[in-house]
């Protein structure tokens, strides 16, 4: 709301194009903020991938935002063995809109190769993002 606010009040008072400009900064500002807070910015994106006959396991840890994000989007060929995937987020304490997508796309392209997908252990805010775009958990 504070965002939305101050790019209102920037509009009125100065110019449209310096009102776009300061709410950009003020998103990244508030972004580096909730980032401090959750203490996981200095957690690094992993994915440890647990492989049997039929079985797989990947649990992912850490923050998923868009710069990481290309971690994600080789899952699909690493389970090409696999029928039953479970994949864990119970240590992903922060997601953007872009990994749900990836993470949507990769079960797709899981499931159209008839295995079954599952999204277990997700923290509340991430099963929040996640529902939003309609990604089942």
């Known amino acids: 709301i504070a965002q939305f606010l101050v790019t209102m009040v920037a509009t009125v008072l100065l110019d449209l194009t310096y009102a776009i400009v300061i709410g950009v900064v003020l998103a990244f500002i508030i972004y580096g903020i909730d980032m401090i807070k959750t203490k996981s910015k200095r957690e690094k994106l992993s994915v440890e991938k647990d492989i049997s006959d039929e079985k797989a396991t990947v649990k ?19 389970l090409t063995n696999a029928k039953d995937i479970t994949i864990d987020l119970g240590k992903v304490c922060y ?43």
Request: charged content about 25%.
């Open 60 to 78: 992912i840890n850490g923050v998923c935002f868009f710069a990481n994000s290309d971690k994600l989007e080789t899952l699909s060929a690493d």
């Open 95 to 137: 997601v953007d809109y872009t990994v749900c997508e990836t993470l949507a796309t990769v079960c797709e392209d899981l499931k159209s190769g008839g295995k079954n997908v599952n999204i277990e252990n997700a923290p509340e805010n991430v099963a929040k993002t996640l529902a939003k775009i309609g990604l089942e958990i």
